[in-house]
């Protein structure tokens, strides 16, 4: 595809239940990256895949939050236990780079998660 | 944590004027970037400065950057109205991190 693509744009889940977001990568893209934002702040860092490893997941607040990347290409980031505090945007992005923190990253227009 | 952090938090200009961001930091850093954010939209990155740059151009984008003061500054010349957006400065202090952005609303 020409760019990072994440679905579903938006999701309303309720308190308790279980969500999976998805991320579509750029092609032949080895790094993947999750981030979470808030309203009126910055996106916040989740977890890095280097290929299909979690080379980073530092950023995952807590045993909630899981992501996983099994062939390299697209991710999941799983949410257990939705709480109302999960709401924001999650973006996700793609560097041909790797690293934690590449040269340029590119990001998709991300999944907007209200936890009511 | 966010490290960089971006003043002002809005900023409201006429078309045809200058714009101009800053973003101080914590850490010492390696580079320091720029992203432009549309309302809900994911980011695009326009500039990357490296911690041994003083400045650097992108068309109408001027970067500076002082890594003694451990600040940044984005400039917008002869900004337009599609220029209106939220632009946040991120530093590679381990992972990427952002500031809270400016938002920035250019009037036609």
């Known amino acids: 595809g020409a760019g990072v693509s994440q679905t579903p744009s938006n999701k309303v889940t309720e308190k308790g239940k279980y969500v999976e977001l998805r991320c579509d990568p750029i092609s032949g893209h080895t790094a993947l990256y999750w981030y979470r934002q808030s309203l009126g702040q910055g996106p916040e860092f989740l977890i890095y895949?280097?290929?299909?490893?979690?080379?980073?997941d530092s950023g995952l607040p807590n045993d909630r939050f899981f992501a996983v990347r099994p062939e390299g290409s697209v991710s999941t980031l799983k949410i257990q236990r939705t709480e109302r505090g999960d709401s924001a945007v999650y973006l996700c992005?793609?560097?041909?780079?790797?690293?934690?923190?590449?040269?340029?990253?590119?990001f998709g227009p991300g999944t907007r998660l209200t936890v009511l | 944590s966010q490290q960089g952090e971006e003043d002002p938090q809005a900023l409201s200009i006429q078309e045809g004027e200058n714009a101009t961001m800053n973003c101080s930091y914590k850490?010492?850093?390696?580079?320091l970037q720029w992203y432009r954010q549309n309302s809900g939209r994911g980011l695009v990155h326009l500039i990357l400065?490296?911690?041994?740059?003083r400045e650097k151009h992108s068309g109408r984008l001027r970067v500076t950057l002082d890594t003694s003061k451990k600040s940044s500054s984005l400039l917008i010349t002869a900004s337009r109205a599609a220029d209106t957006a939220s632009y946040f400065c991120a530093t590679d202090e381990g992972q990427l991190t952002f500031g809270s952005g400016t938002q920035l609303t250019v009037l036609p």
């Open positions: 992005a793609s560097s041909p780079e790797g690293g934690r923190a590449p040269d340029t990253q590119y």
């Open positions: 400065i490296r911690s041994n740059e």
């Open positions: 850490t010492s850093i390696n580079n």
């Open positions: 895949f280097q290929g299909t490893g979690a080379a980073d």
